[in-house]
């Protein structure tokens, strides 16, 4: 649920951004404030009708194909790059219209209107534009003073509304929620409970409106969360920790391309997905070369479903990427708090719903994380008069971004290590969503609340956060395989042995996408993407190992509405042989979507993936029951799953990493005798 509030942030000045300049871009790179404005106009031009009101509800680049990117790649980037080509989706008198724009020719490649069930992501400023409407609208007026409430002190947000078996084709709208301030800013804590708005966005205007109850407000002390506000007695204040890099970061940054110690890859930014981490190669000593191991790696939908059945809350069914935007809903990064000291800063640029170039400043921060932990270590104690001691410290290259959509917080983490390993992590903290209720005890409670009471006449109803990655591993190529290492347990049957039973490894190939769908944390078994083609010198097929981290499966029916749409998260793992049109889980469309264009329909055409360029799916998951420490701002709850070299190097990598370099305190030192 995106938010007016947001939209302020926005403007913020950029602190230490990096402007990095390199002649050419790279194809991959996401469009330039220059390329949204020729696109802009490239489109207004087309219009047909300039009385229609257009907006631009997404504008991204579409990515040249796959096969054209890894050629260039491979030339050392000595050719032409392919063309710059911008997808661009509007809505122009109530349809969405598709266009492929070509940036060199500044001409439109194609243009279709789509006509299927879902809508395209909403814009901040109709989002805005649609909070604005209870605020004149007589009906919530008297709502806001049969409560006693002042109208000034409201202000309200938006909210998806799914799809719930409609059979005629569903209008696009958002509801209203309206929050009431007065004293606080902590809005979301304390909802005008019992009233839904129903706007079509389409006609810009409230089409129903329900007053069904009122519950008392949710008292204002104990929701504060901004330090400059709280009162004595304080908690423990820690002492602080210098984090510094003199002799600066050890990384390079050349346009969106990051080398960092073995690691080279590029970062790109998409107001759907946010980040996208692609051509992930590493530097193989040995082999004195780059070797692929990630093609393409970002955040494909996000399911958060609520599990209060009531008419106010039976709805919120967010699908956060495809309708609300994870990198629209990216939030400045503040330097020294949201990133340690050391860290460098890069802008990303977007489209208004205008079409107009639009600076997020210090979307993503690039740091080396350096906190004290361990990389590899041993003591030898072994040898008689010796003691032998190696330690590495683990210093690791951490890109991140901050989403805020609506009251939560995610922090996405991507995180590459010396050991060849890349941590996918994702932070949820920010604000629950609440619901207002007459209740000050659990005694009062006689039916199921869905929900745990958090403070007096507050509720906060249970739901779930499911993130779906795409993960399109080349590993050392593009042609792979996903295989399956079941551990069985064998029994010795003919006595060989004093023992009776002994575990091993038995291998599946997934020869199929049926084979490849896999439900997690019933059965031991170790998920690896190998290259069928590639082994080690002593006769390992080279690979990279999935370990999966926050397993959560679904609890919703199968029939379930908003689990028919979101039903790529019934399995924690699915294999697609790649195509350039499958990007997102949850459908091209989502917001109203039914379901018809989700992984599992993909999927269900059960095609070849043995020894095939490959995309894995992986969908890590939370069961949130809030607990009373969650409110009124909820600690940071981690997550993720790392993708860890499995046979991929004739010899281990960490052995030839050196200690860090003693830090020069070039200045102190002079002076410090
Ligand atoms: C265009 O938008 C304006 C402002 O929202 C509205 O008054 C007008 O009716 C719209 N025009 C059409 C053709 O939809
Ligand atoms: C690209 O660069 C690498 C390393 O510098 C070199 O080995 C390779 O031959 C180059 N390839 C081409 C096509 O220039
Ligand atoms: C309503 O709030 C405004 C400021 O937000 C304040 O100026 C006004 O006095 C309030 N009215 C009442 C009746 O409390
Ligand atoms: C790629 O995927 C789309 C959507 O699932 C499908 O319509 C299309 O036929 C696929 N293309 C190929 C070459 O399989
Ligand atoms: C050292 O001091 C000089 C002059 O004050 C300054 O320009 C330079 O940036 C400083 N170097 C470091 C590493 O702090
Ligand atoms: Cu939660």
């Not at 981690?638 to 020069?664: C, D, Q, W, Y």
Request: charged share 20%; glycine share 6%.
């Amino acid at each position: 649920m995106a938010l007016a509030l947001i939209y302020i942030f926005l403007f913020s000045i950029s602190f230490t951004s990096i402007h990095t300049h390199s002649h050419h871009h790279h194809p991959l790179d996401p469009l330039t404030a220059k390329e949204f404005n020729q696109i802009q106009t490239i489109i207004t031009k087309s219009q047909a009708d300039p009385t229609h009101n257009l907006t631009f509800q997404y504008v991204g680049l579409d990515d040249p194909d796959k096969q054209t990117i890894l050629k260039w790649h491979s030339l050392n980037h000595t050719t032409q790059p392919p063309p710059r080509q911008a997808l661009v989706i509007t809505r122009v008198n109530k349809q969405t219209h598709e266009t492929i724009v070509d940036l060199s020719s500044h001409s439109i490649l194609s243009t279709r209107v789509y006509t299927g069930y879902g809508y395209p992501l909403f814009t901040f400023e109709e989002q805005i534009a649609a909070n604005q409407l209870p605020l004149k609208y007589p009906p919530f007026i008297a709502s806001v003073s049969k409560r006693k409430l002042n109208l000034t002190e409201v202000v309200c947000e938006s909210f998806s509304v799914g799809w719930f078996g409609e059979k005629k084709k569903d209008k696009r709208e958002l509801k209203i929620l309206c929050y009431y301030l007065d004293g606080t800013v902590n809005l979301y804590v304390r909802p005008l409970e019992g009233i839904t708005v129903v706007v079509d966005l389409d006609e810009m205007k409230i089409t129903k409106y329900y007053d069904r109850f009122t519950v008392p407000m949710p008292k204002v002390d104990g929701i504060e969360y901004q330090a400059s506000k709280q009162k004595p007695p304080y908690g423990p204040r820690a002492n602080g920790v210098m984090v510094a890099q003199p002799d600066g970061p050890g990384f390079q940054i050349d346009g969106h391309m990051i080398r960092w110690a073995n690691w080279n890859f590029h970062l790109g930014f998409d107001i759907r997905a946010g980040p996208i981490i692609s051509l992930a190669s590493i530097y193989d000593l040995e082999k004195d070369t780059f070797r692929r191991v990630l093609y393409r790696g970002f955040v494909s939908e996000m399911f958060v479903p609520y599990m209060d059945p009531t008419e106010e809350w039976y709805y919120k069914t967010f699908f956060d990427a495809g309708e609300f935007g994870f990198g629209l809903s990216a939030v400045p990064l503040e330097p020294m708090t949201d990133c340690p000291a050391n860290a460098v800063f890069m802008d990303g640029y977007l489209a208004g719903q205008n079409g107009k170039p639009f600076k997020i400043s210090n979307v993503f921060c690039i740091f080396e994380k350096n906190a004290g932990d361990v990389m590899w270590r041993h003591t030898e104690t072994g040898i008689i008069g010796q003691v032998i001691r190696e330690v590495r410290p683990e210093v690791s290259l951490i890109v991140r971004m901050v989403s805020t959509v609506g009251n939560y917080d995610y922090i996405v983490d991507w995180e590459f290590k010396q050991s060849c390993s890349i941590k996918v992590g994702v932070g949820l903290t920010g604000v629950l969503e609440v619901k207002a209720a007459p209740y000050t005890h659990t005694d009062q409670i006689k039916e199921d609340p869905y929900a745990t009471l958090l403070a007096d006449y507050t509720l906060g109803p249970y739901h779930d956060h499911f993130l779906t990655y795409h993960l399109d591993l080349d590993v050392d190529g593009d042609e792979n395989s996903f295989v399956k290492d079941k551990l069985v347990t064998k029994r010795v049957t003919d006595h060989s042995s004093l023992r009776k039973s002994y575990w091993t490894v038995a291998r599946e190939t997934a020869k199929t996408e049926s084979d490849a769908k896999t439900k997690l944390g019933i059965e031991p078994v170790e998920l690896l993407v190998i290259n069928p083609n590639k082994k080690t010198k002593i006769g390992n097929h080279v690979g990279y190992r999935l370990i999966p981290g926050s397993l959560a499966s679904p609890l919703l029916a199968d029939d379930d509405y908003p689990q028919i749409r979101a039903e790529f998260t019934k399995y924690h793992v699915w294999v697609t042989p790649y195509n350039k049109s499958e990007k997102w889980v949850g459908g091209e469309y989502v917001d109203r979507s039914r379901g018809d264009d989700t992984l599992a329909i993909w999927s269900a055409r059960n095609r070849d993936i043995e020894n095939k360029d490959i995309v894995l799916w992986y969908t890590l998951g939370f069961h949130h029951v809030p607990y009373q420490e969650d409110f009124p701002i909820m600690p940071t709850l981690s997550g993720g799953f790392e993708l860890r070299p499995a046979n991929f190097f004739n010899s281990n990598p960490v052995l030839k990493t050196r200690i860090p370099m003693v830090a020069h305190w070039r200045n102190c030192t002079s002076t410090d005798t």
